[in-house]
C-alpha cells in the first residue's frame, strides 16, 4: 500500500499524538514498575521499535495500555437498606465496562444493602433481582467473568453467641450464587466454599476469595486458605490476588473503628506474603487507596453506590471511583488506572495521601518507597 504526503502526515501525526497521550497519561498516573522479581531489571532496556500497545476505553475517556491482563475492580455498589434501585455511577460503570475490555471484573462486596433482621426473605431476593437485572446481567450478556467477595451487606458471617446472626441472609446469597442461571463465568479451583470462599483461576493468574464479611475469619477458613495458596496450582500461577471485603487496614474516616477492618492484619498479611500473594483487594471502606506495606500490595477499592467516605490524612473530597488494572505478567507488576465516576476524569496518584497512620502500623501509598 502506498501513501501519499497527506496521508503520510496524517498517520505519523495520529502516531506522534497518541505517544504524546500516552506519555502524559504515564507522567499523570506515575505508573511505576512493581516488579517482585530481583532478576528482572526496573529500567527496561530501550526498545528501538516502540508498537503502541492498544488502550482501549470507553470513547473520549483517556484509556491506558492494556497488559497481558485487565481486571476492573469495582466495589460497595449498594444503596440504603433494602434497596432495589443503583445510583447513576453504578448503572453508568456496568454501561461502560465492555468498552475497557476487561479479561475479568472483580467486585470488593456489599452489591445488595442487607445486614438488617427486619427485612423479609421476599425484600432480600427482590434485592438480588435488582443486583442481577443492573449489574450481572448486563456482565453475562457481555460474556465477562464476575469475581465477588460476600460483603457484610450481601451475607454476614457475624456470629452471635456461636450461631449466624444474619444466616437467613446467608442463604439467600448462596441462593442466588448457585442458581446455574447466574453462573460468574469464573475457571473455579476449589468452589466448596462458594461463595463466600473459593479459589480460580484465569490467564496465569490465582485468585483466592475469602469470607471477610466481618472483621474474623475463622480459623479453619484460615487453614484452607494456607492450603490453597501452597497448592501447585497457586505456586505455577504467574501471580496471586487475594479479595476480601474488609480490608488489613483501614483507610477511611469513620471505618478506622474495631470491627471495620480484619483483625489480625498483621499475622494475615504475613500469610499473603509467605505464598507470594501480590495484591490483596477490599472494599467496605468506601475510599480508594493503592497502599502497599512490605511486600504486599493492598488495592482499597473505592465505592460506586451510597455513601463515599474521605481518606484518613487527606482533605480530598469523597469520590466514587472505578480502577482498572493491567497486569505485566512477566514483571509481575501492576499499573492502575482509576476514574472519578461522576466526572470521568482520571484521579492522580499523587493527591492522595503518601501514608495513613492505622491502628496496624503506617501504610504507603503504592508509589512510595517505605523507608
Ligand atoms: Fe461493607
Known sequence: MSYNR???????????GLAVATIAHQALTRTQNTSKNPLISSSPVASPVASPKPSPAPSGLIGSPRGDVRIVVISDLNSQYGSTTYEPEVDRAIALLPDWEPDLVLCGGDMIAGQKTSLTRSQIEAM???FDDHVAQPLRDAGIPFGFTIGN???SGA??????????????????????KHTPGLQFIDRSGFPFYYTFTQKDVFYLVWDASTHLIPPEQLTWVEKSLSSQTAQ???????IGHLPLYTVA???????????????????????????????????????????LELLHAGALGGGP???????????????????DLNSESTRY?????????????ETLPRMIDTPNGRIFRRDVTEP
Not at 453467641?161 to 444466616?167: A, D, N, V
Not at 488506572?337 to 496518584?349: A, E, G, H, V, W
Request: hydrophobic share 35%; charged share 20%.
Open 236 to 242: 505455577q500461577a504467574k501471580m496471586r490476588i487475594v
Open 337 to 349: 488506572t482509576t476514574y472519578d465516576m461522576k466526572t470521568l476524569s482520571l484521579i492522580n496518584i
Open 128 to 130: 438480588w433481582a435488582a
Open 159 to 180: 456470629l452471635a453467641q456461636g450461631k449466624l446472626t444474619f444466616l437467613s441472609e446467608r442463604e439467600l446469597a448462596q441462593a442466588y450464587w448457585t442458581n446455574p
Open 253 to 295: 474516616v469513620g471505618r478506622d473503628k474495631f470491627g471495620e477492618f480484619l483483625a489480625n492484619g498483621e499475622q494475615l498479611r504475613s500469610l499473603l506474603e509467605r505464598y507470594q500473594v501480590h495484591t490483596y483487594v477490599s472494599g467496605h471502606h468506601h475510599a480508594y487507596y493503592p497502599g502497599k506495606k512490605g511486600q
Open 309 to 327: 467516605r474521605k481518606l484518613l490524612n487527606s482533605n480530598l473530597p469523597p469520590t466514587k471511583t472505578l480502577t482498572v488494572v493491567d497486569i
Open 153 to 155: 451487606h450481601d451475607g
Open 6 to 16: 497527506r496521508q503520510f502526515l496524517l498517520v505519523t501525526g495520529s502516531l506522534c
